[in-house]
């Protein structure tokens, strides 16, 4: 369940075992032979804040006119005219997130090891490959750690060895040096990298000039009991970027049984809005310093602090299928000691078992499907927290299209981020999974973007505040792309700033005060005022949007053409209505008087709403326009339903009602349930919300398919190593998928703590530990299969996290309800058979 087991080499990259620690990321390729090290810095992009000065935008005068004209189009109805004339709006690209560099460790004196088994721990963070038998036994563990900031990579061997350790990068290397002691590549990034989907010559420009990008090094040390010698190569020796480790700096190790690589990146990023500094040489020292530290640490220390850390995080939750919960009708509840691993037979042989062969087996036959392997559903929930710890941590950037592992010079769209829902999906299980620390980057790039979108908005819109688009990167990059050519379905959409924001009220909402709000009161503020400012009063006085369109969809107009700009998107108001409410209510709160909140106060009342459309689905558009594709994979007009939060109380919200509830579950009917990965997760989520867990069990169905069947177009399923695809692979399938697993298991959005409000059948009976509702509870589950195959809660365990967590707490299971009193110190249990409105059996005890 804590893992991933393989018992082939991993020769391609969807076998692979992604580290990281944030900051450093590895993909742990090939066999107890040869180990190649795909490594990544989270820093490393193409481009600089002068990406956004780049030619291609409109003069303002000439923005307003355009964005005037396309409000008029739409008013009259040409709404293809509309689309044309607003790719007028488009600059170029967002910027890529950039492979690093490659090690290759490699035993080069012949013979064993043959066979092979590599795993991935996730509560050590730790890959091992172990191959071969008695004096050809060979072993390889590496891990990487966030206290001291390094990659470690250790051989070991039953009798002495000679290895080659090669280094090299796909960006170009002004030099690499090798020495007996281990190797330095000095490293320069390109200023501009294109998506590869963009026909633009070159798609990948250098530029020397100082700060025009950025400048990088990699240095590894070589601790080992045999002898070294170097083979350095010259920095002119030919060697063009793109060529991984070929021809690369290398050193030879003979005579070892013990070798330990010990490894730092650094680039000169100096943040968001700063133009870079230094050279690679500065870079060099900075990662030289990081390993210093490290080797006179001790590789000991250093692996105890690195799991200490991980596991700090990482084993704040677990879920346990297959487990013995305590007995129906016993007086004992589920406690937080009875919640610990508890596995049968059949769950340890499993997990011992090879992954895609699990994979492979649970898609076999007519009763296919991940309810014959509870144990891997629960592997892939567990997967997810350990990607998203091992790709966002305090400090670092934000988790990206693939988290933080990349090995292309142009990734599958530029591994940036993308704003209309791949980059929020990322974040939705970091509240109720435990892991608010992991969301800390993604605040410190609001931030950035408050910054660079304050700009776009006057440059384009002549509005006030601040907003952001379709893409960003590490620059907070805020213009609208396309190049002027790209169907503004996808290109436009400027309401990024507020989905984005709604992040920090939801973590807000799990939070031990309002630290974070206040933080970012002026962010939040802004963001209202550019929203504000781009609201148009409709002829029955009511305000909308305009232009506007629904991600990434298109609709049929009258005449049967297809278009995708008109007004008033089922999404865009949600998520205008979500933020004034917002800073509404955070400004009473604070006893804030402000224009912009005013100004809030007064629109929302006048503010238009989706309407229930066509066949009682939910209208996508306010024309309720025919839908192009009717099966998309966007779910927009849901954002709403999931993950948006809606509390009783909140000015000029409301509680979705059941005609509007009744209309969101008609849209996802009609969508249908084939996907992509992360369109899957998204419906999993939804599905949760609207408590159907039979159309949960439906969508994990398809989650789990085995992508080594080609099915062609947007279908996902999970590769060998579990990573999700769109396909290709994209994290937030697999981010998404927690998310949504975790909202199936526990839910508290309506202002009360509701317990398996949609159980799928693949988890029949078991434990959960550790989630948390708001505003700060933590929760563990028991369950078991009660009447007719169907799950019964056996108990809950609730504990107040903070003080203001502590205090009443409505407590729900399906139409029975509870109310429980926390207070900090002290563990609430329930038994789940006694849980009603007028016989709860509570147990209180001090936590140990």
């Avoid at 509005?463 to 907070?476: C, M, R, S």
């Avoid at 009609?670 to 949960?696: F, M």
């Avoid at 009447?787 to 019964?792: L, T, V, W």
């Amino acid at each position: 369940m804590h893992g991933l087991v393989s018992t082939a080499p991993a020769e391609r990259w969807e076998e692979g075992m992604p580290l990281g620690n944030g900051g450093l990321g590895a993909m742990v390729l090939g066999d107890a032979r040869t180990a190649r090290l795909i490594v990544n810095d989270d820093t490393a992009w193409s481009g600089s804040p002068a990406s956004e000065d780049e030619p291609g935008l409109p003069d303002p005068d000439r923005a307003r006119e355009l964005l005037a004209r396309v409000r008029a189009l739409v008013a009259a109805g040409d709404h293809v005219e509309a689309g044309r004339v607003l790719r007028g709006l488009q600059h170029r690209h967002s910027q890529t997130y950039l492979p690093f560099a490659e090690l290759e460790i490699a035993l080069t004196d012949g013979g064993g090891p043959g066979d092979v088994r590599r795993t991935l721990d996730f509560r050590t963070a730790t890959q091992t490959t172990d191959g071969g038998r008695g004096p050809d036994a060979v072993s390889r563990t590496t891990w990487v750690s966030r206290p001291h900031g390094v990659l470690v990579h250790e051989v070991t061997a039953s009798r002495p060895r000679d290895l080659t350790i090669r280094a090299g990068s796909r960006l170009r290397v002004p030099r690499r040096t090798a020495g007996p002691d281990g190797v330095v590549l000095h490293l320069r990034l390109p200023a501009d990298v294109a998506p590869a989907h963009e026909p633009v010559e070159p798609s990948v420009r250098y530029d020397d000039r100082p700060g025009a990008s950025l400048r990088g090094a990699l240095v590894a040390r070589v601790l080992h009991d045999g002898t070294a010698r170097a083979h350095d190569v010259p920095e002119d020796d030919g060697v063009a970027e793109g060529d991984g480790v070929a021809g690369a700096g290398r050193l030879v190790v003979t005579g070892a049984t013990r070798l330990t690589l010990v490894v730092a990146t650094a680039t000169t990023y100096r943040g968001a809005t700063e133009t870079p500094r230094g050279d690679e040489w500065d870079a060099a020292l900075d990662a030289r310093a990081r390993v210093d530290r490290a080797v006179a640490a001790g590789p000991a220390a250093v692996r105890r602090d690195q799991i200490a850390d991980h596991r700090a995080l990482y084993d704040r939750v677990e879920l346990t299928p297959h487990a013995a919960p305590s007995p129906a009708g016993e007086s004992t509840p589920a406690s937080r000691d009875a919640a610990a691993p508890s596995r049968d037979e059949t769950a340890q042989d499993t997990a011992a078992q090879d992954t895609a062969a699990r994979l492979v087996a649970i898609n076999d036959g007519p009763e296919a499907g991940p309810e014959r392997d509870p144990d891997l559903v629960a592997t892939l929930f567990h997967y997810g927290r350990y990607l998203l710890i091992c790709s966002s941590r305090p400090g670092t950037l934000p988790a990206n299209l693939q988290g933080i592992w990349n090995h292309e010079l142009q990734p599958p769209w530029s591994s940036s981020y993308t704003t209309n829902i791949n980059l929020q999906m990322n974040y939705w299980a970091a509240g109720v999974t435990n892991l608010a620390e992991t969301e800390e980057p993604l605040f410190d790039l609001i931030r950035a973007l408050a910054v660079t979108g304050r700009r776009t908005a006057r440059r384009l819109y002549g509005a006030d505040g601040w907003t952001a688009h379709h893409n960003t990167d590490a620059w907070a990059y805020s213009l609208p792309v396309g190049h002027g050519g790209n169907d503004p379905k996808w290109a436009f959409w400027p309401m990024a700033g507020l989905w984005l924001t709604r992040h920090v009220a939801d973590h807000a909402g799990f939070a031990a005060d309002d630290t974070l709000l206040t933080s970012l009161w002026d962010v939040l503020r802004d963001a209202a005022a550019f929203a504000l400012d781009w609201l148009v009063r409709g002829e029955d006085g009511q305000w909308g949007t305009c232009p506007s369109t629904s991600p990434e969809n298109e609709f049929r107009t009258a005449d049967g053409r297809v278009a995708s700009v008109a007004s008033s998107s089922a999404c865009d108001l949600d998520l205008v209505r979500d933020h004034l409410t917002l800073v509404v209510a955070e400004a009473e709160r604070r006893g804030i008087e402000d224009p912009v909140v005013e100004r809030a106060r007064a629109v929302l009342p006048e503010l238009r709403r989706p309407r229930v459309g066509r066949g009682g689905a939910l209208a996508e558009w306010d024309g309720d326009f025919a839908q192009d594709d009717p099966h998309h994979r966007h779910l927009s007009p849901l954002v709403r339903l999931y993950p948006g939060r809606w509390e009783p109380g909140e000015p000029g919200a409301g509680e979705p009602g059941p005609e509007w509830l009744d209309a969101a579950a008609r849209f996802l009917d009609e969508r249908g349930d084939e996907s992509t990965g992360w369109s899957l997760a998204w419906k999993i989520g939804l599905r949760a919300r609207l408590r159907q867990p039979g159309a949960v069990d439906a969508l994990l169905r398809l989650v789990f398919r085995d992508m080594e069947t080609d099915r062609g177009g947007h279908s996902g399923g999970l590769y060998p190593n579990l990573f999700a695809a769109h396909p290709p692979f994209q994290i937030d399938g697999n981010l998404g998928f927690t998310a949504g697993l975790a909202e199936a298991l526990l839910q508290s959005h309506r202002g009360e703590i509701e317990l398996l409000p949609a159980l799928p059948g693949a988890l029949p009976a078991g434990r959960v530990r550790g989630l948390v509702a708001r505003p700060g509870v933590e929760v563990d589950i028991a369950w078991e299969r009660g009447e007719r195959g169907a799950p019964r809660l056996v108990g809950a365990t609730l504990r107040a996290l903070h003080p203001r967590a502590a205090g009443t707490h409505r407590l729900r299971h399906g139409e029975r309800t509870a109310t429980v009193e926390l207070a900090v110190g002290h563990d609430v249990e329930v038994a789940g058979h006694d849980l009603g409105p007028s016989a709860l059996r509570v147990w209180e005890r001090a936590r140990t």
